[in-house]
């Protein structure tokens, strides 16, 4: 089962800046009550977390290193939906990005298997 849809990629040039959007499917309500979280699977590499946002404050609480400063992650409760916005963009942050439900367990972040979208893929050119 889907439960999120992520989209708002695209090619965009190295400086340049992309908001991705996930938005949950009709099937759930219960967005707001879940941890998000972004993640990236570079080509040929393994996904990685870029960031993620806790649903009972509203704040991000993780960010990669390489992104911390560039991203910024944020929700709205109300649209059921998460976003990533990103600026400046690097070649390095070509991916597609996924933004799964997250669960926290002790220090580390559990998404269920069902929680996978199709991604957004973002190509940053030179």
């Known amino acids: 089962q889907v439960q999120f849809v992520e989209s708002g990629g695209g090619l965009v040039q190295a400086g340049g800046s992309l908001r991705l959007s996930c938005a949950a499917s009709g099937s759930t309500n219960t967005f707001m009550y879940s941890d998000m979280a972004w993640y990236g699977q570079a080509p040929g590499k393994q996904r990685e977390l870029v960031a993620a946002?806790?649903?009972?404050?509203?704040?991000?609480?993780k960010y990669a290193d390489s992104v911390r400063g560039r991203f910024t992650i944020s929700r709205d409760n109300a649209k059921r939906t998460v976003y990533l916005q990103m600026n400046p963009f690097q070649p390095a942050d070509t991916a597609l990005y996924y933004c799964?439900?997250?669960?926290?367990?002790?220090?580390?972040?559990?998404?269920?298997?069902?929680?996978w979208g199709q991604g957004t893929q973002v190509t940053v050119s030179s």
């Open positions: 799964p439900a997250v669960v926290r367990a002790g220090g580390t972040l559990i998404p269920p298997p069902d929680s």
């Open positions: 946002i806790s649903s009972r404050t509203g704040e991000s609480f």
